[in-house]
């Protein structure tokens, strides 16, 4: 049974910063590609990050320049950055592991990932 947890999420102020951290069980985490999304109240789940087992990276336009991921195989963890953070990023966090090793074609089409997260709650104040 593979289990995905994220962890990290938090209150913080505008213009502050916060890294999560997904980590995996009972899969071997680092031949996938690893994706983060969100999703805040009242709004559509959407993609933020994805990165590929070979190290490609993809982001969307709201957090472009603002976010960074990253991948420790050693430690098997994914972690997302995220600086400047605005109250725009307010929402739940997820992480999802993709069915293959690469986040392309597509990478924000969510049943691409067959396992997700619980999420963290992200809160951003003003």
């Known amino acids: 049974h593979v289990q995905v947890v994220e962890s990290g999420g938090g209150l913080v102020q505008a213009e502050g910063s916060l890294r999560l951290s997904c980590t995996a069980s009972?899969?071997?985490?680092?031949?996938?590609?690893v994706g983060w999304f969100r999703q805040a109240p009242g709004k559509e789940r959407e993609g933020v990050s994805c990165?590929?087992?070979?190290?490609?990276?993809y982001y969307a336009d709201s957090v472009e320049g603002r976010a960074a991921v990253s991948r420790d195989d050693v430690a098997h963890t994914v972690y997302l950055q995220m600086n400047s953070l605005k109250p725009e990023d307010t929402a739940m966090y997820y992480c999802?592991?993709?069915?293959?090793?690469?986040?392309?074609?597509?990478?924000?089409?969510?049943?691409?990932?067959?396992?997700w997260g619980q999420g963290t709650q992200v809160t951003v104040s003003s």
């Open positions: 990165i590929s087992r070979n190290g490609h990276l």
């Open positions: 999802a592991i993709r069915r293959n090793a690469l986040c392309s074609p597509s990478w924000r089409q969510i049943d691409a990932y067959p396992y």
């Open positions: 009972e899969l071997a985490f680092d031949d996938y590609g």
